[in-house]
C-alpha cells in the first residue's frame, strides 16, 4: 500500500516539486512531447526545419569548425539549409573529426552546461559537451520512451547495468546512494555473470518487487535463460528496457518467458541520449524527431552518400536540434541501421521510424571459470582513461588469454598509474584468465570502416574419435 501511495507521490507531486526547484522543465517538455507524438506530418516537419534553421546558422556563425567545413560547400550563413534534403548537402561529421574539433565546434554562446566522455563503439575516447536546453530536452525524451514501456517517475526500477571503472568519492557515493533511494532505483552490476551472480540478480528482483527492469540486452537475456533454466520465476509479468546492445528475435523470445509480454528496445548513446523507443506494437524505432534527426546514410564508390532506402542497411547519422553549446550536425555513430517507408504506424503515433540497428554487437567473454563477462566493460574502463589512450581493442584468444591493444596518447607507452588502473579492474571483472597489453601505433578497421572492438576467438570443438 505504502509503495503504491510513494509511486503516486514521488511521480506527481516529489518529482516535479524538485525538477522545478533546480529550474528544470521536464515536466512542460514532457507533455509537449506527449502531444506531438501524434501530431500531423506537417506539424512535426515545420518543427524540425525551425529547429534545424537555427542550429545550422548558430554553427556557422558562432562555432570555427562548421564556420570553415560549411563554407567549403557553399553554406554561409546557415539560413539555406532548413529540410532533411536540404541537410544531405552538409559534410557528415566522422568520430574522429569530433574528437578532435570539441575545442572548434563549441560555440561562443550559450555556455557549456556539462561535459563527460564516451569510449563509443570504434574505441575512441569523444569529450561531449551540452548545454542546459539539450540536457533538459535529453531528459524529457527519455520518459516519454520509458514512458510506452510504462516505466514513469515514481516507478521502481532494476537496473542490470554496469559499474564505474573508477570508484567515485565519499561523497559523491553518498549522494548516490540517497539520490537512487529517493528515485527507488536499485542498481546491479551485469559485469560478471556467473550462475551466483545472476541468482543474486533473481533475489534483488524477488526483494525489490521492481515495474520494470532496465539494462544491457544481452545482460538481460543472459538473466532470463538463467531464470527459465532453473525454474525461478515467481512473479507477475514485469516490463523490460533494453539498450546498449542488439536484442535479437531469441533473445525476446527469452524475456517473455521469464517475464512476460512487455518487453522494450530502446537505441541510444552518451553523445544524445534517446534517439529511438519502441511502441507497444514493437515495429521498429519511433524516432525522437523533436529532440534530432536520425538519418540512415550509404556511401556510395567516389565517396558520395545517399539516403538508405527502405529495408536497406546504412550507417546512422544524428543531427542533435538543440544543443548550441557544442553542435554535433550529421555525426557518424559508428553504428548501422535500417532504414524504413516514411508510414505512419498502426499504434497511432506519426513520428518516424527506423531499425532495427544492427551495428551493436558486443562479443561477450569469458572468465577462466567460464562465465560470460560483457565485453562492453572496456567501454566504462576507457571512460576514465581518455586522456592516456586513443583507441583501444580486446581480444580473447581460444586458449582464453586475453590482450588488451591500446594506442597511447603518449605514443610509446601508458602511465604506470593507468596500467595499475586497467590491471585491477580486469582482474576484478575477468578473473584468473592470462592478460596482458599491448601499446601499438594503429589498430586496423575494416573494410566498412569500422573498429571490432571486442574480438571473441571461438574454443574449438572436441570431434568425438571414430571408434
Known amino acids: 500500500m505504502f509503495s503504491n501511495v510513494y509511486d503516486v507521490a514521488l511521480g506527481r507531486a516529489l518529482y516535479q516539486g524538485w525538477e522545478r526547484l533546480r529550474g528544470r522543465p521536464t515536466f512542460p517538455l514532457l507533455a509537449y512531447l506527449h502531444r506531438m507524438e501524434r501530431a500531423s506530418t506537417d506539424e512535426l516537419v515545420a518543427l524540425r526545419s525551425g529547429l534545424l534553421r537555427r542550429l545550422v546558422h548558430h554553427a556557422v556563425t558562432r562555432t570555427a569548425h562548421y564556420r570553415s567545413a560549411y563554407d567549403a560547400v557553399g553554406v554561409r550563413s546557415g539560413w539555406e539549409i532548413h529540410t532533411l534534403e536540404d541537410l544531405h548537402a552538409l559534410p557528415l561529421l566522422e568520430r574522429a573529426t569530433a574528437q578532435r574539433t570539441v575545442v572548434e565546434r563549441t560555440a561562443s554562446w550559450p555556455r557549456v552546461a556539462y561535459a563527460k566522455t564516451t569510449s563509443g563503439s570504434t574505441g575512441q575516447p569523444l569529450e561531449i559537451r551540452y548545454s542546459d536546453e539539450s540536457r533538459h530536452w535529453r531528459d524529457a525524451t527519455r520518459w516519454r520512451g520509458f514512458g510506452w514501456a510504462g516505466y514513469r517517475m515514481g516507478n521502481k526500477a532494476v537496473h542490470v547495468w554496469g559499474v564505474p571503472a573508477v570508484e567515485p568519492g565519499r561523497w559523491q557515493r553518498a549522494r548516490l546512494v540517497v ?96 534517439m529511438g523507443s519502441e511502441c507497444e506494437l514493437h515495429d521498429g524505432l519511433h524516432e525522437s524527431m523533436e529532440n534530432l534527426i536520425v538519418e540512415i546514410v550509404v556511401r556510395e564508390p567516389g565517396g558520395t552518400t545517399r539516403a538508405a532506402r527502405p529495408g536497406e542497411e546504412g550507417e546512422v547519422a544524428v543531427t542533435d536540434l538543440h544543443n548550441l553549446a557544442n553542435p554535433f550536425i550529421r555525426y557518424l555513430t559508428g553504428d548501422l541501421a535500417f532504414a524504413r517507408a516514411d508510414e505512419p504506424c498502426a499504434c497511432g503515433r506519426t513520428l518516424r521510424r527506423f531499425g532495427p540497428v544492427a551495428g551493436r554487437v558486443t562479443d561477450t567473454l569469458r572468465d577462466a571459470n567460464g562465465n560470460r563477462v560483457e565485453g562492453i566493460i572496456f567501454n566504462i574502463l576507457f571512460l576514465n582513461l581518455s586522456k592516456y589512450a586513443r583507441q583501444f581493442q580486446v581480444v580473447q584468444r581460444s586458449d582464453d588469454h586475453v590482450t588488451l591493444k591500446i594506442v597511447a596518447t603518449s605514443g610509446a607507452a601508458l602511465p604506470p598509474e593507468a596500467e595499475q588502473t586497467i590491471r585491477s579492474f580486469v582482474g576484478t571483472h575477468l578473473r584468473g584468465v592470462p592478460f596482458n597489453i599491448e601499446v601499438v601505433a594503429d589498430l586496423a578497421l575494416s573494410a566498412a570502416g569500422k573498429l571490432h572492438r571486442v574480438i571473441v576467438e571461438k574454443r574449438p570443438v572436441a570431434v568425438p574419435r571414430s571408434r
Open 179 to 274: 539520490d537512487r533511494k529517493l528515485r527507488r532505483d536499485v542498481y546491479v552490476s551485469c559485469m560478471v555473470r556467473s550462475p551466483e551472480a545472476l541468482r543474486a540478480m533473481v533475489e534483488t528482483i524477488r526483494r525489490e518487487k521492481p515495474t520494470v527492469i532496465a539494462g544491457y540486452a544481452q545482460a538481460i537475456a543472459d538473466l532470463a535463460r538463467f531464470i527459465t533454466a532453473e525454474g525461478l520465476r515467481d512473479w507477475d509479468a514485469i516490463s523490460v528496457l533494453c539498450g546498449a546492445e542488439r536484442l535479437w528475435p531469441h533473445d525476446r523470445e527469452d524475456l517473455e518467458r521469464a517475464f512476460g509480454p512487455k518487453v522494450f528496445e530502446t537505441y541510444g548513446c552518451r553523445e544524445f541520449m534517446l
